[in-house]
């Protein structure tokens, strides 16, 4: 396929190899980051865009995304597939799907979890939204990216589907580090903490693939320093986005508005900016009750 790819970061560097190694043909824009081997360098977004069957974007938030898409959709081709990876706010993602479809193609919203580790071994998974043929048309690069895609439903899905499942993530890690901490105040050892906790029904993602203590449980960034893994800067950024979903939409979400609290505290108040998102186990464990 004749792809366009805008925005190789961290994220992007590597699907965009994944799909060149896979034989397809990959132009690619960035204004900062080095091109991956193998691509076609283009001038700007807007000519990675021109004649590509698909334009992958991976970028940092909503309002760069708009952007860009505003950059881009002009000189797509019609019936082109403007394929979003990037995890943006439910509104900017349905506000470029309606600008495709004025522009006579098609979006879809199909942001990731699996972070840089997943990226480059091609094991990511997509949740999608859009139309039914667009998903079906971009599956091929799915495959190539990752190792699951759902389709979520319409326009926005994909998006919602990321935030509700990072605001479980992020309240599941704090309860299971406050948790450990209070263990540790109780005089539990941390090894018998994991080996009752991982098979009884506290056990969660958190605990068991990814222990934020180290030395217990499978290998973890806890093991590592707390080097993420996925920083807490990215899950606060989540959690801002989910907030600012249920603001639009509603929804009454008291624990996802602790979690971002804490996390902006965490982030921006303490030594959290760059650390693993686990690493709110070291936080819990040096403060006391109230503090
Ligand atoms: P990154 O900052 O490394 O990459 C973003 C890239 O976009 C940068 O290279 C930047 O130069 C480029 N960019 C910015 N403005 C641009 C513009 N106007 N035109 C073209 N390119 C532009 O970020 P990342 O870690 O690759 O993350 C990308 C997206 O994936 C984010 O939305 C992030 O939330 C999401 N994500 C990241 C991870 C992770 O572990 N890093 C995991 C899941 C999802």
Redesign the pocket.
């Known amino acids: 396929m004749r792809i366009g790819f ?7 560097a590597p699907m965009a190899a994944n799909l060149v190694a896979a034989g397809h043909e990959v132009t690619g ?5 080095p091109l991956p081997e193998g691509l076609r360098p283009a001038a700007s ?1 807007a000519a990675a865009a021109t004649g590509a069957e698909v334009v992958i974007t ?4 909503g309002p ?1 995304l708009c ?2 898409a505003k950059e881009i959709l002009p000189e797509m081709s019609p019936g082109a597939v403007l394929l979003d ?4 706010d439910v509104e900017s993602a349905r506000a470029v799907a309606d600008a495709a479809a004025g522009a006579g193609c098609m979006a879809v919203d199909a ?6 580790g997943g990226a480059t071994a091609g094991t990511l998974t997509f949740m999608a939204g859009g139309p039914a043929e667009a998903f079906e048309r971009v599956r091929p690069l799915f495959d190539v990216m990752g190792q699951k895609a759902v389709h979520c439903g319409d326009a926005g899905a994909g998006q919602a589907a990321k935030i509700c499942n990072n605001m479980i993530l992020g309240i599941t890690m704090i309860g299971t580090c406050e948790a450990f901490a209070l263990a540790d105040r109780l005089g539990l050892d941390r090894q018998k903490m994991f080996d009752v906790v991982s098979t009884s029904s506290g056990y969660s993602w958190t605990m068991n693939a990814y222990c934020p203590a180290p030395g217990v449980g499978p290998q973890s960034p806890a093991d590592n320093g707390y080097k993420p893994g ?2 807490a800067d ?1 899950m606060l ?2 959690l801002r986005l989910s907030q600012q979903a249920a603001e639009a939409a509603d929804a009454d979400t008291p624990l996802g508005l602790a979690a971002m609290r804490l996390y902006e505290t965490f982030v921006e108040g303490e030594d959290g900016r760059g650390r693993d998102f686990s690493a709110m186990l070291p936080r819990f464990e040096k403060r006391r009750r109230g503090a």
């Open positions: 805008v925005g190789l970061g961290n994220m992007g824009y960035d204004p900062v980051a977004a991976m970028l940092p938030d760069v952007a860009v990876c990037s995890t943006v942001p990731v979890s699996g972070g840089i996925f920083a990215l950024k989540d």
